[in-house]
């Protein structure tokens, strides 16, 4: 089942990156998407990102630096505690972002064409009744985001 599922998120995601390059946001790569399906729109610091994506610190600071390259996210520091950074989309970050959800809904419509309207939303259903105790963000945050 593991494998299945596996398979699935990278058909789907490669889905996605072909259809953002296609329309002019190739910068981003798959590996990028554990940030923006984390990432509130007001920021997140890094280690919540990490815990958030089951990855260590080290992991997501990478994927925050390489997004911070590609001019999709920029640090600042957290009001709250001087010590933190927060993560936060910029301008040109957040019409990728836009792109990004516009992409995941092109690749689910296809998903939709394919396996049949009663098909994709009984797996729906199903997947998300396993995984509700996991999501982190709430539900109806996560509906566009991969």
């Not at 981003?28 to 990855?55: C, K, P, V, W, Y």
């Not at 936060?88 to 990728?96: H, I, S």
């Given at each position: 089942?593991?494998?299945?599922?596996?398979?699935?998120?990278?058909r789907f995601e490669r889905r996605v990156a072909e259809i953002l390059e296609d329309h002019g946001h190739g910068e981003a790569r798959q590996s990028h998407f554990h940030l923006t399906r984390n990432l509130d729109r007001a920021g997140t610091i890094t280690?919540?990102?990490?815990?958030?994506?089951?990855?260590?610190?080290?992991?997501?600071?990478?994927?925050?630096?390489?997004?911070?390259?590609?001019?999709?996210?920029?640090?600042?520091?957290?009001?709250?505690?001087?010590?933190?950074?927060?993560?936060?989309?910029?301008?040109?970050?957040?019409?990728?972002?836009?792109?990004?959800?516009?992409?995941?809904?092109?690749?689910?419509?296809?998903?939709?064409?394919?396996?049949?309207?009663?098909?994709?939303?009984?797996?729906?259903?199903?997947?998300?009744?396993?995984?509700?105790?996991?999501?982190?963000?709430?539900?109806?945050?996560?509906?566009?985001?991969?």
């Amino acid at each position: 089942m593991g494998r299945i599922l596996n398979n699935a998120v990278n058909r789907f995601e490669r889905r996605v990156a072909e259809i953002l390059e296609d329309h002019g946001h190739g910068e981003a790569r798959q590996s990028h998407f554990h940030l923006t399906r984390n990432l509130d729109r007001a920021g997140t610091i890094t280690t919540e990102l990490a815990r958030r994506a089951g990855m260590t610190k080290q992991a997501m600071g990478q994927i925050v630096e390489q997004c911070e390259l590609i001019g999709l996210v920029e640090r600042v520091r957290d009001k709250r505690d001087g010590r933190a950074k927060v993560v936060r989309f910029t301008p040109a970050g957040l019409e990728w972002l836009d792109a990004f959800r516009s992409a995941v809904e092109t690749a689910e419509q296809e998903m939709r064409s394919e396996l049949g309207f009663l098909r994709t939303d009984a797996v729906a259903a199903a997947l998300q009744t396993y995984g509700k105790d996991f999501d982190e963000l709430g539900e109806g945050n996560s509906r566009n985001e991969l």
